[in-house]
């Protein structure tokens, strides 16, 4: 089952941040407009206590109720929503506004009551309606009054419905869009991907030269779009060193068969004695040593590659190891008029039996490749930190610069021609570098001025 999209995925990343966003900010508008009606009820109710405190100052303990009523209404004309009450100290109603009702436990009820929280606004319900009140204890001369005052909200309820109404309409509205305008600039954003989605669709084993303009993507996915393409090109380097390779080695199998093939039917084609026939034979043998050392060349590669190599893990005399190769090759070097020269010593850990073909494989290259009179020297260093260094260095002609990186391919020949010649089946140097790798080092080839080096890096002892 396909998950769902990255772009669907990011739009709902951003619908679910700015729905957050947005209940947030509505939230917060909700609760500061409500902060400032209440500011303003307690403005016009401080204001009103103040001035009930200045009446009843004024028209002071001993003044009659009818006079204090008519003081208080002339103050608070015009004030519609605003009930008024004030009691004696001890309870008894002194004045009260038209349908000013502020029940027993609204006022007395204990710690939530007016009284217990003065100039502090309390909010009750009283038959169908809400009030913000406050109330006060006041002296006048020699008493004291109690003070309530109260605001009627239903308006400011009215007004926070609608004004919720609206707010969570145009949130909704601004959520859906935001998720609309998020999933379009998700896909927009995501195009670059997709572009490279589709390079990768038409991409085959005969059209690999296809690459991503890394100057067209974003900066985000400019790595993505490097690394891309860097994978193309070494697909690309792949597929052809494949090519060349099946090329390669169905032309070294080739002639062989080919040997073998006609070798037979001359065999066949009349009688022949038996010294012919065991001639013959002889020949041919040669032929399946050759083919089943190219076999066996490539099981080792094969087997390097895929890590299934079993190493002995021994100390190795490279100076021993080195002596007895120039004593096997010394016969070969005096035919040719080649000269072998060893210098330095050195130890590694390592399956003796591979490291010793190493070496032989790159001394028999060196000769092979030496003209008449020139010379071949193996130098073995103990190098810093804990490495040992093996170099095998011939005179000859120049190896061109672009041949270099190709020299440890299988069945790569510099010649183009790739004609049969006593230099084997062209496994020799490949087989060298997968010894070395299997032994953690590394090889490398240079060639100036008439000289070619190449040189092993081993882990110490």
Do not use: C
């Amino acid at each position: 089952m396909r998950g769902p999209s990255l772009t669907v995925r990011l739009a709902l990343l951003f619908a679910a941040v700015s729905t957050t966003v947005l209940l947030t900010v509505g939230t917060v508008i909700g609760y500061l407009v409500e902060e400032h009606f209440e500011m303003l009820d307690m403005v016009e109710l401080g204001g009103k206590m103040t001035l009930i405190e200045h009446v009843l100052a004024k028209t002071g303990a001993s003044s009659q109720r009818a006079e204090l009523s008519r003081e208080l209404d002339d103050a608070l004309v015009g004030h519609h929503g605003l009930s008024v009450a004030v009691y004696a100290d001890h309870g008894e109603p002194i004045y009260a506004t038209e349908g000013a009702d502020f029940p027993s436990q609204v006022l007395h009820g204990g710690p939530g009551g007016l009284l217990a929280k003065p100039m502090r606004p309390v909010i009750w319900e009283h038959q169908g309606q809400s009030f913000r009140g406050i109330a006060a204890t006041v002296a006048a001369g020699a008493q004291t009054h109690v003070v309530a005052l109260a605001l009627d909200m239903g308006h400011h309820q009215e007004f926070m419905s609608a004004f919720r109404r609206m707010l969570w309409a145009a949130l909704a509205l601004g959520i859906v869009l935001s998720s609309l305008l998020g999933w379009l600039a998700a896909r927009r954003g995501l195009a670059p991907i997709r572009a490279i989605a589709g390079i990768a669709r038409g991409i085959s084993a005969e059209r690999l030269d296809a690459r991503l303009p890394v100057e067209r993507v974003p900066v985000e996915i400019q790595d993505l779009a490097v690394s891309f393409n860097a994978m193309l090109a070494r697909l690309e380097d792949s597929f052809k060193r494949l090519s060349e390779f099946s090329s390669d080695i169905a032309h070294e199998l080739r002639t062989p068969v080919s040997n073998l093939m006609t070798q037979t039917q001359v065999a066949v084609s009349k009688a022949r004695s038996a010294d012919e026939y065991r001639e013959i034979l002889y020949s041919n043998l040669e032929e399946y040593d050759r083919l089943a050392r190219m076999i066996a060349d490539m099981l080792f590669i094969a087997k390097t590659d895929n890590h299934l190599l079993t190493l002995r893990r021994e100390a190795v005399d490279l100076g021993a190891e080195i002596d007895q190769l120039l004593d096997f090759y010394q016969a070969l070097a005096d035919e040719q008029g080649v000269r072998m020269t060893r210098s330095g010593d050195g130890r590694l850990v390592g399956d003796a039996l591979m490291i010793r073909r190493a070496l032989s494989n790159l001394l028999s290259n060196a000769i092979r490749h030496t003209p008449r009179g020139g010379s071949v020297s193996i130098a073995v260093d103990a190098l810093d930190p804990g490495q040992t260094r093996v170099r095998v260095e011939n005179t000859g002609e120049t190896i061109p610069a672009e041949y270099l990186p190709r020299l440890f391919d299988r069945f790569y020949r510099i010649d183009p021609a790739r004609s049969r010649s006593s230099e084997g089946a062209g496994l020799g140097l490949a087989i060298v570098k997968s010894i070395v790798e299997a032994h953690g080092g590394e090889i490398t080839v240079t060639s100036a001025a008439g000289m070619t080096s190449f040189v092993m890096n081993f882990p110490a002892v």
